[in-house]
């Protein structure tokens, strides 16, 4: 349904103070070839027909090159040119043409934590069910047959709960309406207030005149479903707006810069330059793109490949923004501004993606476009048929409340959301969250599935698969050295082997390198071929991770380890082929180990050695191929490709920012998830159309019945009320379904399976 409600920022704040044009072009920035993008807020805008009135408004203006609405984050971001035929152009008009089409503008702030809108609309469904439930009561006695004098104080006492009640809960209502029409528009929320306007009018005059009927339940009712719907799908949309704020808050905010003189400076990330030399400890992030200047450590690379191993920096490694600085110090050289690193750059594809996924037109958004000229003109013919031909206007108004009532949306405000609820109610009890309800039906609509590696086909967790060792006596000496790490590696190492490690009185962890260790005149090393043979050549393995024992420079023993394989991955991908999805393989990893990997679970393509804007660059071939893609992946390196993607799931193993930009997270080791969603998800879809001929059918059986004036306002909120209860009923078919079709290995999902390949 239409979400053109007022957000919490209309409600609660006082109107923005006007900006001036100055303040208006400082806050935008060159795009170079003389145009600037400004990006503002538009916290009114709340669906589809929004994003295309605002849009519109503003390529009216000669100056506009460019205006896209970012629906998830209420942003509008506009480019335009600084001069024009005649002289300097104003940036303010933007401004003002997008409050002059309805929407209140002002420049970026800080997004609130704290969800006012959805509190608001919580309790404004509390107070609508309370007034219902205390309303019908009152209702139960009129019907029952009370007497003229105990009617009238029932209906008087209806009047006065109503009263306030359709006042705090249709605020949400009624401003949208006066909002549209006092800006030469309409939506859904027109006739909504005019039903229930009129339903609570016509009542009242009624309750003066001592007439038997009032129908204050159905106006209150009829609120108490709509809002019902309205918060539903609110809540839905808000869950996908947390990702790009929570990788903005990954970046540092300053660092430690060194001065010509020796001493340390710290300085705002945004006023570090290129060739500045920035000091970064053990725990610290790169603040920006940097090669290393002096110093050894391990960084971890997640952000970048998404691969869980550290990954040794010494002098002329290069470090990207957003990297974690892990054992030693370090001090590094910048090579890009903060506006150009990497983590800049992930935001970037990530509000871009956001942006185009914003665009898609929801089903109710769609129909509603529709809807609110019909029930208008039926209304309106109604009134003046009856009026003029019957010559009743008492009459003539209660069939055009009754025609208001009982074409009120509830059903088509109900058909969406309700499935989506139910929907996310099964899958919540197999493990799987959804986040965005939209999701449910971009995810019915994938026929291709794209997935990283580690972390999601894989578990993330290096096994130890094979050893090379002459004696036991060395496997010993290596569990002893691997209990002194917390690399992956040597845990699983430790894990691995079956002798009791030796003892060793002092280990030292090398940064960059590996553990070193001496038995009197003997000295131990562990770690890559190169660090623990003292500079030989390094004999990487094609698809496996290798750690060498050497002693005195001779290798002894080699250990060999591969990712665990997530349980349930085969099957899933082998299900995913019988649903005629294309699978693929968008890794940061080595070339050998993802074509391995991609053999041994049936995949049809892999792509190795990715950034995460290759990632996204491979999501877009696909789209242009006119696929529509299900991202599946866990790390901040794939959060651009999961925003980027039709629509994206990932495991709750993933980073916090992985986490944010899916639209669905699973909670269980199994990759079955993923088939199985895409099973619900469909069937969601032809719910949701069945519901949505269920609600075109009723009103086109019950449109004709009000019009003729054979149903009260009071018999048309029975209508709706039924129509609405069908739509839900339809929707918990869902559950049949999903209980003959439980998720494959569900019956097992505690037992452990086969990790090897």
């Known amino acids: 349904m239409t979400c053109c409600m007022i957000n919490a920022e209309a409600v609660l704040a006082m109107k923005p103070r006007a900006f001036s044009s100055e303040e208006i072009a400082l806050a935008s920035h060159p795009l170079g070839e003389g145009l600037r993008q400004l990006d503002l807020s538009v916290p009114d805008a709340h669906c589809g027909g929004c994003i295309g009135t605002i849009e519109k408004a503003l390529s009216a203006l000669a100056f506009v090159s460019k205006a896209r609405v970012n629906l998830t984050s209420r942003r509008v971001i506009c480019v335009y040119q ?13 401004l003002e043409t997008i409050e002059r089409a309805g929407y209140r503008a002002h420049l970026c702030a800080p997004v609130a934590e704290n969800d006012r809108t959805r509190n608001q609309l919580l309790l404004a469904v509390g107070v609508a069910g309370f007034a219902a439930a205390n309303i019908m009561l009152l209702s139960v006695s009129v019907w029952s047959g009370a007497d003229a004098a105990t009617r009238d104080m029932f209906h008087w006492i209806s009047a006065m709960i109503a009263a306030p009640a359709l006042v705090y809960a249709g605020r949400f209502f009624f401003r949208s309406a006066w909002n549209a029409l006092k800006h030469g528009r309409t939506n859904m929320d027109v006739p909504i207030s005019l039903a229930v306007t009129l339903s609570y009018a016509v009542s009242l005059w009624e309750t003066m005149h001592h007439g038997e009927h009032a129908w204050f339940d159905a106006t209150v009712s009829l609120l108490f479903f709509l809002l019902i719907g309205r918060t539903l799908d609110h809540v839905m949309r808000e869950k996908a707006r947390a990702a790009i704020n929570g990788l903005a808050r990954i970046a540092p905010r300053g660092a430690l810069v060194l001065q010509p003189g020796g001493s340390r400076r710290y300085v705002g990330v945004e ?20 090669v290393v200047v002096s110093g050894e450590s391990d960084l971890d690379l997640s952000i970048v490949t998404g691969e869980s191993s550290p990954v040794a920096a010494r002098q002329g490694t290069y470090a990207s923004s957003g990297a974690m600085n892990l054992t030693g110090s370090l001090v590094v050289r ?9 983590l800049s750059e992930i935001i970037s594809l990530m509000e871009a993606a956001e942006g185009g996924r914003a665009r898609y037109r929801r089903i109710a958004d769609r129909a509603a476009s529709l809807y609110s000229p019909v029930v208008h003109l039926l209304a309106l013919a109604s009134f003046l048929g009856w009026g003029f031909i019957g010559g009743d206007w008492k009459q003539a108004m209660l069939v055009a409340v009754a025609v208001l009532i009982i074409t009120c949306p509830c059903a088509l405000g109900l058909a969406v959301p309700v499935v989506q609820v139910v929907a996310a109610g099964e899958l919540f009890r197999r493990g799987i969250m959804v986040k965005d309800g939209s999701a449910l039906e971009r995810l019915a609509e994938a026929d291709a599935v794209a997935f990283d590696k580690t972390g999601t086909l894989t578990m993330g967790t290096p096994r130890l698969v094979s050893l090379d060792a002459s004696n036991e006596a060395d496997i010993a000496l290596a569990a002893g050295l691997a209990a002194h790490s917390r690399h992956p590696l040597s845990q699983a190492l430790f894990r691995g082997v079956i002798a009791s490690p030796a003892a060793f009185d002092h280990v030292m ?3 960059g390198g590996g553990l070193e260790a001496s038995d009197g005149a003997t000295c131990y090393r562990m770690g890559s071929f190169s660090f623990a043979c003292g500079g030989a050549p390094s004999h990487d393995h094609r698809t496996l991770s290798e750690v060498v024992l050497a002693r005195d420079g001779r290798a002894v023993a080699r250990f060999f380890f591969e990712d665990t394989v997530r349980p349930g991955a085969a099957d899933s991908i082998l299900r995913l082929h019988d649903m005629g999805l294309k699978t693929l393989m968008v890794s940061g990893d080595r070339e050998g180990v993802v074509a391995a990997t991609a053999g041994r679970l049936g995949i049809d393509v892999a792509l190795a050695a990715l950034t995460p804007k290759q990632k996204v660059d491979a999501c877009e071939r696909l789209r242009d191929e006119g696929r529509k893609v299900l991202m599946v992946g866990d790390g901040i390196n794939d959060a651009p490709a999961l925003a980027s993607a039709h629509v994206s799931i990932a495991p709750a193993t993933a980073s916090d920012i992985g986490r944010q930009a899916a639209d669905l997270v699973f909670f269980n080791e199994r990759l ?4 199985h969603a895409i099973e619900v998800a469909r069937r969601s879809a032809s719910l949701i159309r069945q519901n949505f001929a269920l609600a075109i059918g009723y009103n086109l059986l019950a449109v004709p019945i009000a019009v003729a004036g054979f149903a009260t306002p009071l018999i048309a909120a029975v209508a709706m009320s039924t129509s609405s209860l069908i739509v839900v009923s339809n929707a918990l078919r869902l559950n049949t379904f999903v209980k003959r079709h439980p998720a494959k290995g569900e019956a097992d999902r505690l037992m452990p399976e086969a990790t090897s390949a």
């Open 82 to 94: 600084e001069t024009s035929h005649s002289g300097p152009t104003d940036p303010a008009l933007i």
């Open 271 to 290: 006023d570090i330059v290129v060739d500045d030399e920035i000091a970064v400890a053990a725990g610290e992030r790169i603040p920006v793109d940097a």
């Open 334 to 342: 910048a090579t890009k501004m903060a506006k150009d690193s990497l």
């Open 509 to 511: 962890e090398v940064p």
């Open 672 to 675: 079955d998830a993923v088939p």
